[in-house]
């Protein structure tokens, strides 16, 4: 039987993957170090006989001991997530999204784990033509701190290929939407409910640049998928996670909000604020 050990599992993805395996009978282990004081997120599920908690640190190696016992498989969420906040704290993204990853990735050869599955991004993309459409081979151009990060450390795993006997796979989350307990409202399909929701005017920065977009609960599911699959299939591989439907420009965002709030207040802002289109 599967034991999962999620590695920042008390984040916005993290808990509702808890649920999502909780509640197809594969036993959970959550380590997290709580650094913005979601505990409320992890909340309902203390009590659950499937399912176990450690208060700890990516970067440190006996936390990462404690939380390993019978682990099967592990999925790296922790980070430093986003432009903003690795633009803000980027020492603390350096420890721990590029040195914590590695020290934790390096420990976990040798322990019998069959797959771990890396979190990354498809901000990693950057900046592409207009017309095209970004698969796995495309060459990476990644802007933020945030974005650099997780390139660094796809092409640290896939360098330890033949010396990792574990299987790493690569996943380049879309950009998330959708309700979670430790919910976010930086990310834009979230924010610009809430705020034409509240009434608010909205600026919108760049409204035709292009992203692809995928639920949290689709998340769940494809992270589930891969657990269960054939390791040797999956291994050392990097899959983008979303769906054509899903791609959309942030104006054509705005325009589907728009018909569910009638009379909502939106202004264009011509500044260059976010140019990542992919």
């Known amino acids: 039987m599967k034991k999962v050990l999620i590695i920042g599992g008390a984040g916005y993805i993290g808990s509702v993957l808890i649920k999502r395996l909780i509640d197809k009978n594969i036993e959970v282990s959550n380590l997290d170090k709580l650094l913005f004081d979601n505990n409320f997120a992890i909340e309902n599920y203390k009590n659950k006989k499937n399912y176990s908690f450690f208060y700890g640190d990516i970067c440190n190696k006996k936390d990462l001991e404690t939380s390993l016992k ?43 784990i069959d797959k ?12 592409i033509k207009n017309n095209e459409i970004a698969d796995e081979n495309h060459k990476l151009n990644p802007i933020s701190n945030y974005a650099k990060s997780k390139v660094n450390i796809e092409n ?4 330890k290929k033949g010396e990792f006997d574990f299987s790493p796979v690569i996943l380049r989350f879309s950009t998330a939407f959708g309700i979670s307990p ?11 409910t809430l705020e034409l929701f ?37 291994a050392f591989e990097v899959f983008n996670v979303g769906s054509d439907e899903n791609n959309y420009t942030k104006e054509m965002i705005v325009n589907v909000i728009k018909k ?15 140019r990542r289109n992919y």
Request: proline share 5%; charged share 20%; with cysteine.
């Open 70 to 112: 019978n682990i099967t498989d592990v999925v790296i969420l922790a980070a430093i997530v986003g432009d903003p906040l690795s633009k803000k704290y980027p020492n603390e993204t350096n420890q721990i999204n590029e040195k914590g990853l590695i020290n934790c990735l390096n420990f976990l050869n040798n322990k019998g």
């Open 116 to 127: 771990v599955l890396f979190i990354s991004t498809c901000s990693n993309y950057g900046i």
């Open 156 to 159: 640290f795993i896939l360098s």
């Open 182 to 192: 430790r919910m976010r409202f930086d990310l834009t399909i979230n924010e610009f």
């Open 198 to 234: 509240n009434g608010r005017e909205l600026e919108v920065y760049q409204p035709n640049t292009w992203r692809p977009y995928c639920h949290v609960n689709d998340f769940s599911e494809i992270i589930s998928k891969i657990l269960n699959s054939n390791s040797k299939k999956v």
């Open 260 to 274: 569910f709030i009638p009379n909502s207040k939106v202004k264009i802002v011509s500044k260059p604020d976010d």
